[in-house]
DNA sequence: CGGAATCCCTTACGATACTG
DNA sequence: CAGTATCGTAAGGGATTCCG
């Protein structure tokens, strides 16, 4: 029974939620985000070593993978030498720093919540009865 | 899936990414944005079915796991009524309410940059060479 | 009504090895 | 140095069915 009008929702409660859902799938990844903040750390071009080096626990086909979708998005240039010892570099493109205020937002409320959600996660887990 | 396996996630040399990412793998799970927000927006509890009616495309058994992450986050209220027919109420808790500044903040900077995003991978799949 | 259980397919991820 | 290729595993996710 439709306690309330239904609100005129085409095919969704709204498409903004699309939105958000397309962009998190950017920055869901796994290693999406330690790249994009290492690469804003550096504030200027990285190799590919040196972003494999500073990401510890990475694989270079990972880091390919999510070089190559950064890249496709937009967030990240690619640079290469052709030089004999091959040599490549990344850097943010502004769209890619622009995420940054983005993430800090992120990285604060994870900041401000994290212990708390750790802990009831923890609960929730150890809860005996 | 009882005990979590605990990421040795030692990426970069800070911490705050492993709290990013924590954060992210929470909000990341394709219908737990749409489901806070449905939350959100219904301003008091949903029962299942009407949050499965609300959200298009999802599934019981998809609702029903990210349900259960959310409330072992402690973003998620769930409320049993010992009623013949079963009744379930979902709603946000302080903690899930407070995350929506920071989707507002993924969701603005989504519609800013969305488009150009989109753009940039059709452009970045379908260039010849 | 709510949700647990099952089946099955697709994707993500990791490790290793090989090449321009 | 910077990938690509291949393999195997694990997790995500959709559809259906059954049970309290």
Chains 1, 2 share one sequence.
């Not at 590919?48 to 979708?69: D, H, V, Y």
Request: proline share 9%.
């Amino acid at each position: 029974m439709e306690t309330k009008a239904p609100p005129p929702l085409a095919s969704g409660p709204c498409r903004c939620q699309q939105r958000i859902r397309r962009t998190l799938d950017l920055i869901a990844n796994k290693w999406a985000v330690p790249v994009i903040l290492e690469l804003s750390r550096a504030k200027g071009p990285l190799r590919f070593t040196a972003l494999a080096r500073a990401i510890a626990g990475i694989t270079q086909k990972e880091l390919t993978k999510q070089l190559r979708e950064l890249e496709g998005a937009g967030l990240v240039t690619r640079h290469v030498y052709a030089v004999v010892p091959p040599k490549v570099e990344y850097a943010l493109t502004p769209l890619g720093a622009s995420l940054k205020p983005v993430l800090d937002a992120l990285a604060g409320w994870a900041s401000d919540h994290g212990d708390r959600i750790a802990a009831n996660e923890a609960a929730f887990s150890g809860v005996p009865t």
